[in-house]
């Protein structure tokens, strides 16, 4: 007999219940097929059930085949035509086999061939209409879900304590305090429901998130071109934790130096730390946990790439979204937790606080790309420096144009061949030149009065920049 998971029924228990009548959450059937199907979909969306198989109407044990192949062809129906994976048992009585299918009440719709059905007293009924769109309305969050019975013995309440210490650190928590029962505290917060613990208090402060949530992580690559990895991380643990450890991971990948101001050492990052920490706050709570994507952030020399399974909420837009805008969060109760700590604000301003800060430190606006499914977000390093243009083999005359636009704002054809005592054909070259790489680009009249200013985007001057990472995962 194949490997199958097992729950507490014995051969006398059987017998017991046997002797019970049919029920919303008690079926006998004496052959496996569709109709067994329609009544595990049935049990899923009501209360959950049991369903007994090589039982007649009459509940006398009649068996069925249950070699190797029957009982795994049993498994993959299931699994392959319902989503979902029950518990399985197998019981011999005199001979007999009978296979016991205990279902679970899902977490999500489940249909069989495209059709959705529910238990009503012991029968099994395919969904209204009507019956759709209430069980459609019902809040039905992942945060919010159960994706088992979770206890407080998962969490790590160390976590919990320093999360209470920090949010009031902020003046954002008064009606929690350090002498609360941890049960209590999880209720107010909303991490659990009539003691339940939900997805969101395991993601949050579970002491072994990925073992129910393995797709739960973060991938930070850093790459030299869109195939080379230079260095590779990945991240797990509870939401803070990932939050934490993915800021400081991307510190490890970017470059600092140090001005020294007065008698203080000050770090001037690739990037500004706070957008850096704005972004990894909004993959790690806009995304959609449905899914089983990981969160992906690629790192290159004048670049970063993040990305978050979960697009835009139904009916936004990209123009809605830049705009002033409320808060829309996919995860609400993940996202206030996150609040309380003091890492983002809940008044959907974290987009337009996430340009400004890249503006103040002189860097290119992001790049934002989204449908309903995906989210993706795309720093520029600031490229308009002597050193970086010097890579790109540019020459001294078009390195010190690049300063004196950076720091006027434009600069003239007129301006750059008196800059250099050059001719007219010549300064065109290089103005050209510069333009082509996305340096620059042309404002206003054309001839000896042309203006030009610095390029809003990066420059296109290498084959990695030009080509879009990738949004699947790198091998």
Not at 115 to 126: A, F, I, P
Not at 295 to 324: A, H, M, T, V
């Amino acid at each position: 007999m194949s490997k199958h998971n097992e729950f507490s029924v014995n051969s006398n228990e059987l017998l017991e219940i046997l002797k019970m009548d049919e029920d919303i959450n008690l079926e006998f059937k004496e052959n496996f097929g569709d109709n067994t199907l329609k009544t595990i979909s049935a049990f899923s969306n009501t209360d959950g059930g049991t369903l007994i198989i090589g039982v007649n109407k009459h509940k006398k044990i009649t068996g069925m085949q249950l070699k190797d192949n029957n009982y795994q062809n049993i498994v993959n129906q299931i699994v392959n035509k319902l989503s979902i994976t029950p518990e399985f048992k197998v019981i011999n009585i005199d001979d007999k086999k009978v296979l016991i299918i205990n279902v679970r009440k899902s977490s999500i719709p489940v249909s069989f061939d495209g059709r959705y059905y529910k238990r009503v007293g012991n029968t099994t009924r395919e969904m209204t209409f009507e019956d759709l769109k209430s069980y459609f309305r019902k809040d039905l969050r992942w945060e919010r879900l159960k994706e088992k019975d979770f206890t407080f013995d998962e969490i790590d309440e160390s976590n919990v304590k320093n999360f209470l210490s920090i949010a009031k650190s902020k003046d954002r928590l008064s009606v929690l305090n350090f002498n609360m029962p941890i049960e209590e505290i999880f209720e107010k917060l909303g991490l659990s429901e009539n003691g339940k613990i939900n997805n969101a208090g395991i993601l949050l402060f579970g002491k072994e998130v990925q073992k129910y949530f393995n797709y739960a992580k973060v991938r930070v690559v850093k790459l030299k071109d869109n195939i080379t990895i230079v260095s590779d991380r990945w991240i797990e643990g509870n939401l803070f934790n990932q939050f934490a450890e993915t800021v400081e991971t991307i510190k490890n990948f970017i470059s600092v130096r140090y001005e020294i101001k007065g008698i203080e050492r000050k770090e001037i990052w690739d990037y500004p730390l706070e957008a850096i920490r704005e972004a990894v706050a909004n993959a790690l709570l806009h995304r959609d946990y449905f899914t089983a994507n990981n969160i992906q952030i690629k790192i290159y020399d004048d670049r970063i790439w993040f990305y978050n399974p979960g697009g835009l909420p139904e009916g936004w837009s990209l123009e809605k979204l830049l705009d002033l805008h409320c808060s829309a969060a996919r995860n609400l109760i993940m996202f206030y937790v996150f609040y309380l700590a003091g890492f983002v604000e809940n008044i959907g301003s974290g987009i337009e606080r996430m340009i400004k800060t890249l503006s103040d430190y002189k860097l290119p606006h992001p790049k934002f790309e989204a449908n309903h499914t995906e989210f993706s977000l795309l720093f520029f390093k600031d490229v308009y420096t002597e050193e970086y243009l010097a890579k790109l083999n540019f020459n001294e005359r078009q390195i010190k144009a690049v300063m004196y636009v950076k720091e006027k704002g434009k600069i003239t054809n007129r301006e750059y061949r008196e800059m250099f005592n050059i001719t007219d054909r010549t300064a065109l070259n290089d103005l050209k030149s510069l333009c082509d790489k996305g340096l620059l680009k042309k404002i206003g009249k054309t001839g000896r009065s042309t203006e030009y200013i610095l390029a809003e985007i990066n420059p296109k001057n290498t084959k990695q920049t030009r080509n879009k990472p990738e949004k699947h995962e790198i091998g």
